[in-house]
Each structure stands twice: as structure tokens, then as C-alpha cells.
């Protein structure tokens, strides 16, 4: 007992503070931001203009070499931890900065490309990412393979160097524009559910393939369908092994689950902006619209601080696995109740898609965008069903 | 900035967990409610001489100097354990005050704590003192003084009071730079919100063990997925409460200005977790979770106290709220950590 005493006399504890080397680190990002961030917003990507407007941003980002801060330093990258990663992208926030055209490639394919890629692959894939001359869009999804993706039936055959890729993949992300395309194709006929899958990398532009835009409920195509006809692919462009798709796929998932898609700070950032909605109209609104506003503010915060927690879990060598079904069922549904609440103030303003001021225009927008928000990267319900079984160990059957 | 318990802090939260796997047993607990009047004195004592009850008392008066993360660190894991003894108010509530001080206070003993946000002390007659607030000013008084009237909690393990000092003379005022009353109000909000943590992990390992053992329709109701969806729907609440509190906790410590905001918050959304851990984990249970029987009522109760003293919902609310008013252009993503002196 006494012994226990001792022990525990010189206690490290916990550091919820920022060091001054993370401080100085966030000058120099805010300074860059405020030198380069575009000062007239860019067009929507989801159009022809606007994609190519976005592409030039990443460029830019690129020239400062902003674009792929996590990446290892020997791919071009800067090798932020994730600490550093969340200032980046607070600060990234704070700036405004124009949204990432190409958070398919840089954020999911990249990180797959390191772990799984060969030397070839990487040096003909990473530095084109980076520097913007391919800009991907993901091919997981076919019409009778949504929530269910094991039953996914495009086929990519071998034909000694080739293969030879046929079927459908649809809501597919910023395919109308994109260069290329990466997914899965089952590669071995006799093949069923997870066994037997490939994952192919395809360039928009081959022989046989037709992209066919989808119109999302803001009119503009930020998906598509992708019909492969006899489309030849290299062999050279399959990452990993022959039937090691799904395994490949679901470490492209965990990332994309994970914190680098859906950093606090965005949230945070309509958080303020709510509050700040509220505050310039409270004389005419209800005590009910004052306490959701604060209580989406916590949940930002919340949310926030979990990341920076999950964070500190990775850096000390720990895993995130099933916990990010957690955060995504909490931060789609955070965000589509901000920009509800956001709705409910404007009120006969909310139909204004054009109109300035509150900037309902932009609310609107969001407000759109947030209905995706619970079906986007795995539907809530698939989410809650991870959660049950794999972090509670509830019964699959 | 790291969020990970070190080594040193894990292995003492871990061995107060394994005492109270040992010895708080909800048999334990329910041969307590038949005589609520006392606590454990022989249990205090174990608790004593291992070093949790002084962890946070200064070194020159006998304690380690523990860190205010650590504590609810461990005031979690008492709230898991659903422990009558008010071992929490002590290292959240008295230690704080013992040691500022030291030398009026008798820092060997329990000693009760009355605020206007929790004005009925818990186990009033087992401590011989009390310290109390009379417009907000702190007063230190001798039990006898006091005439006393035991009042009936909704949750059995708690045994609370309603005093009135017959003559304020009675009592000393304690003198003291710092607002003792805003001081003691966060340090209720955040040991509240450790002990609602503690009982929503304590509720859902509950309802997850009934249903994957309970079968209806040839198998475990923990497989249906209605079921499992409404026992996500707490996991996730759960989960977003830790960090709050730790935060709010280091916040207290380091005198930031912002630690009144931050412990609201963390009080806010732990009652938040504890409300659905309760409501969806008594429902998994089905009728046997509205039953006296069923030791899941242990925690309910527990929680539904916690809720409502040390900063009940609106109170909270109307903290945080009255901060976004006033601090309206440091609210981004950038101010999470920062103070507002800053």
C-alpha cells in the first residue's frame, strides 16, 4: 500500500495543451493561408469550370507544399503527425480555403498506394496526384452493391497483360470530371461475396468506358455512373495482389472513416457561423432555437476534442478501427442538424437559393449537402450495426 | 498536446478498480440500503490507507498532490462501481478546501460540502464538520452546532440532509483570495460528470451482457437490430463525453478561464450520455429492467441524482450559453484549447 504511494508521486499526466512548437507551426500556416487562399470563392467543382478552378488550387497548395502534409516526406509530403494534421486543417478552416477537389486521391488512394503499391506504382501515381494532373474519383458502389459491397459484379478478367473490365459502378464521387477511377472488380469468375475481388486503378479517358453524370439534388453531377465495355487496363494497374481487393478496399475505408476526411474544424466552422446567424437575428426568434444553437456548439466541441483523442490513441502506436463508426454516425448527424437549425431561422428565406443575405445562399447549399452526410461512407445504419458488433460484441446473428 | 493516460495513471486507476471489483458488490450496496444512515467507516479506511481518499491532499499534509485528471480518472470508476460512500465529494469537493485550509480543517476526516447547486450534503452525519455558503461566502461549522433533518433520496445509496445553523456565529468564515463558491461549483460540475460517465459505462455493460444472454424468437434479442441500434445510439453518446471531461478537468487544474465553460460542457453532455444509457439500457432489459430485482436501478438512481445536482441541465445550459454571448468572435475551431486571457 505504501508502495503504491510512492509510485505514483511523480505522475506524468495527460497534456491538454498545445506545445510552442505546435503554436509556431500554426503561424506559419495561417501566414501562408493569408497570402494564397483564393480571396473570390471558387465555382462549385461539380462543374466543368469550377473542377478546373480546384485543380488549380491544388497546385497551388502543392507549390507551397501544402497539399499532402501527412505524406511521408520521401513522397513529397511534410510527414505531419496527427496533432499537426488537425492545426493544418483548423487553420485550413479559419482561411476558408477552397474544399479539395481531389480528397479521393490524396486522402483515400494515396495512403492505400504507400501501404500496398509497388515502387513503380507509387513514383507513377503519387507525384501526379500531388502536383494535380490526376484528379480520382472512387468506384465502389454498383446498383445491387450499396451497403451490401461484397456483391459486386463488374469483372476485370486477366488476358496475359491486360485485364479486360466490364459492368457498371455508380455513385460514383467526382467521376464527371475525374481523370481516373480506382475500385473493386471481381477478377476470379468463380468467385463469391469478399473472395475473388481486385482492386483496379482506371483511366476515365480508355476505350469503352462511359461516364454517364448524375445529377445530385443541388443539380450538379457530383457523381456518376461509369460503364466499362471491353475496357483494357494494364496488369500493371491493379494495386496489390490478385483477390486481395476487399482486403485492400476496407483499409481504404478505415481512412476514409477516419479523421482525415472529416476534420472537427469544419464542424466547428458551422458551428460559429450558426451561432453567429443566431446572434445577428435572436430579436425575433424563439428560447428553443437559442438552446439547439448551444447544444450544436458542444457537439462540435465534442466532436473536436474525440478527435484529438483518437488522435493521441494513434500516435502512441494504437489502432482505430470500428470506434470511427462512432464519430461518423455523430458528425452527420451534428451537421445536418446545424444546418436545420440554420433553415429554421432564415425561414422565408430559406428557399432563396441566390440570396446574400445571413448568406442564406451558402446555407442552403450546406443544408443540402448534409442529407448526404448519414447515407455518404457507410450508411448510419451500417454504422450502428459495426458499432453493436464490434465494439459492443453484440450477436451478428 | 497528448490525451492518453500515462502508465502511471492507468495503474492507479486500475487498482482502484480491482479493490472495488473486489468489495463494492451490488449485494454489497443493497445490505447498505437497509440501514442508510452510515457508510462503511471499515471501507473508508481500506480506501484511506491505500491512498485514494488523501491522492489529492498536499504532500506536507500526508497526500500525493494528484492531479485533478487523474482524480476523475478515478471518480469514474466509482461511479462504475455504484459506491454509497462519498468518496468523490471527497476528492472533488473537500480536498480542495482541506488543503487551502489545512490548518482550520481536520484533513483525517470526511468532511461535507453544502452549495447552493447541491445544498442537502451527502452523509452529513458522518463527517463532523461541514462547510457551507451563505451569499456565496464559505462558512466552516461544527456538525453539533448544526440542527439537522435526514431527508429521503430517490436513490437509496445516498443519504442527504437539510441543515440550519442555529446561530451563524457558530460558524467561521473562511477567508480566502480566491472565489471559493464559482471554485466549488466546477468542481461539482466535473465530478458529477466523471460519476455520469462511470454509471452510462456501468448501464450499457449491463444492457449488452441481458441481451446477448436473454433469447425470445429462438435467439439472443441482442441480435435483432432494433436492439443493437438503440444500444449504438448510447455508445456513441458515451464516447463523446469522455474527452469533455478530462479536458474540463485540465482545465481546472491549470486555472484557465474558460474551466467554468468547460466543466458545463463536460456536465452537459454527461448528462446527456447518462439520460440515454439510462432510457435505452432499461429498455433492453425489458419488464425484468423495471423490476426492484434486477441491480440495473443501482445506477439509474445514482445517475438521476447526479443529473440534477452540481449543475442540472438548464443550469448548464444557460453557463454555456451566456459564454457563446459573450465570447462570440473566440468560438472557432482554433479556440478549443486556448484561454480566453490568451
Not at chain 1, 482561411?95 to 479539395?100: G, L, Q
Not at chain 2, 447541491?118 to 458522518?126: I, K, M, Q, T
Amino acid at each position: 500500500m505504501l508502495l503504491l504511494k510512492k509510485e505514483t508521486q511523480n505522475l506524468i499526466t495527460m497534456k491538454i495543451e498545445f506545445t510552442e512548437s505546435q503554436n509556431q507551426f500554426r503561424s506559419e500556416i495561417r501566414d501562408w493561408f493569408s497570402k494564397n487562399v483564393p480571396s473570390k470563392p471558387l465555382a462549385s467543382f461539380d462543374t466543368k469550370e469550377g473542377f478546373e478552378e480546384h485543380r488549380e488550387w491544388e497546385k497551388t497548395l502543392n507549390q507551397g507544399n501544402w497539399s499532402m502534409v501527412t505524406w511521408p516526406t520521401e513522397y513529397g509530403g511534410r510527414a505531419l503527425n496527427l496533432i499537426e494534421w488537425l492545426i493544418f486543417e483548423e487553420e485550413y478552416y479559419r482561411a476558408n480555403a477552397p474544399a479539395r477537389v481531389n480528397q479521393n486521391g490524396v486522402f483515400l488512394l494515396g495512403p492505400t498506394l504507400m501501404e500496398y503499391g509497388t515502387d513503380d506504382q507509387k513514383s507513377k501515381f503519387l507525384s501526379a496526384m500531388a502536383e494535380g494532373d490526376h484528379i480520382w474519383s472512387q468506384g465502389w458502389s454498383e446498383p445491387n452493391a450499396g451497403s451490401d459491397m461484397a456483391a459486386i459484379r463488374a469483372t476485370a478478367f486477366r488476358n496475359n497483360d491486360t485485364f479486360i473490365i466490364n459492368g457498371q459502378k455508380t455513385w460514383s464521387s467526382r467521376a464527371a470530371f475525374a481523370d481516373w477511377t480506382f475500385g473493386l472488380f471481381r477478377s476470379d469468375p468463380e468467385s463469391e461475396r469478399h473472395r475473388g475481388l481486385s482492386f483496379i486503378l482506371v483511366p476515365l479517358d480508355q476505350k469503352g468506358v462511359t461516364v454517364r453524370p448524375i445529377p445530385q439534388l443541388d443539380g450538379e453531377p457530383g457523381f456518376a455512373e461509369i460503364y466499362f465495355d471491353n475496357v483494357e487496363v494494364d496488369a500493371s494497374c491493379m494495386i496489390g495482389d490478385e483477390g486481395q481487393g476487399w482486403e485492400i478496399a476496407m483499409a481504404t475505408a478505415g481512412f476514409e472513416r477516419g479523421l482525415m476526411l472529416r476534420s472537427p474544424a469544419r464542424f466547428q466552422e458551422t458551428a460559429s457561423r450558426l451561432l453567429k446567424l443566431y446572434f445577428d437575428n435572436q430579436d425575433v426568434l424563439s428560447p428553443s432555437i437559442a438552446s439547439r444553437v448551444t447544444h450544436c456548439w458542444m457537439q462540435a466541441e465534442a466532436y473536436a476534442l474525440n478527435i484529438y483523442q483518437c488522435a493521441s490513441k494513434v500516435m502512441a502506436g494504437d489502432k482505430i478501427g470500428s470506434e470511427s463508426s462512432l464519430s461518423k454516425v455523430y458528425w452527420s448527424n451534428l451537421d445536418h442538424e446545424m444546418h436545420q437549425i440554420a433553415m429554421d431561422i432564415l425561414g422565408i428565406s430559406s428557399e432563396l437559393k441566390n440570396e446574400y443575405l445571413n448568406n442564406a445562399a451558402s446555407w442552403i447549399k450546406g443544408y443540402m449537402f448534409s442529407y448526404s452526410g448519414p447515407i455518404y461512407a457507410g450508411t448510419n445504419e451500417i454504422q450502428k450495426n459495426i458499432i453493436s458488433e464490434r465494439l459492443l460484441g453484440m450477436p451478428r446473428k | 498536446m497528448n490525451f492518453n493516460f500515462s502508465d502511471d495513471q492507468a495503474l492507479f486507476s486500475e487498482s482502484l478498480q480491482k479493490y472495488l471489483n473486489d468489495n463494492v458488490t451490488t449485494k454489497s450496496i443493497r445490505e447498505f440500503w437497509t440501514d442508510n444512515t452510515h457508510f462503511l467507516s471499515s471501507r473508508w479506511k481500506e480506501l484511506e490507507e491505500l491512498g485514494f481518499i488523501t491522492a489529492n491532499l498536499d504532500e506536507s499534509i500526508g497526500g500525493m498532490s494528484l492531479d485533478l485528471i487523474t482524480i476523475a480518472l478515478l471518480v469514474e470508476k466509482i461511479g462504475y462501481s455504484g459506491m454509497p460512500e462519498p468518496i468523490a465529494e471527497q476528492l472533488f469537493l473537500a480536498n480542495p478546501l482541506i488543503n487551502e485550509f489545512s490548518s482550520q480543517i481536520n484533513h483525517n476526516e470526511y468532511l461535507a460540502v453544502a452549495h447552493d447547486l447541491a445544498p442537502h450534503p451527502n452523509f452529513l452525519e458522518d463527517s463532523k464538520q461541514l462547510i457551507f455558503f451563505q451569499d456565496q461566502n464559505p462558512y466552516l461549522i461544527d456538525i453539533e452546532k448544526l440542527k439537522i433533518r435526514s431527508l429521503e433520496s430517490n436513490d437509496p445509496s445516498r443519504s442527504i440532509y437539510d441543515f440550519e445553523a442555529n446561530n451563524l456565529d457558530d460558524a467561521t468564515k473562511l477567508e480566502s483570495e480566491k472565489n471559493l463558491y464559482e471554485q466549488v461549483q466546477n468542481y461539482g460540475m466535473v465530478m458529477s460528470s466523471a460519476l455520469l460517465l462511470g454509471l452510462s459505462k456501468r448501464i450499457i455493460d449491463s444492457a449488452k451482457l441481458y441481451t446477448c444472454d436473454r433469447e425470445q424468437f429462438g435467439k439472443p434479442i441482442g441480435s435483432f437490430q432494433a436492439v443493437k441500434h438503440m444500444l449504438a445510439d448510447v455508445a456513441i453518446e458515451i464516447e463523446f463525453t469522455n474527452a469533455l471531461v478530462y479536458r474540463a478537468a485540465s482545465s481546472i487544474q491549470k486555472n484557465c478561464s474558460n474551466a467554468t465553460l468547460h466543466a458545463a460542457q463536460a456536465k452537459f453532455q454527461s448528462i446527456k450520455a447518462c439520460e440515454i444509457a439510462s432510457k435505452n439500457g432499461l429498455q433492453a432489459h425489458g419488464a425484468m429492467g423495471y423490476t426492484w430485482e434486477m441491480d440495473l436501478h443501482i445506477f439509474v438512481r445514482k445517475g438521476w441524482s447526479y443529473k440534477g445536482i452540481w449543475g442540472s441541465r438548464p443550469f448548464v445550459e444557460n453557463l454555456v450559453f451566456n459564454n457563446l454571448k459573450k465570447d462570440l468572435p473566440k468560438l472557432g475551431a482554433t479556440y478549443t484549447f486556448m484561454d480566453n486571457n490568451d
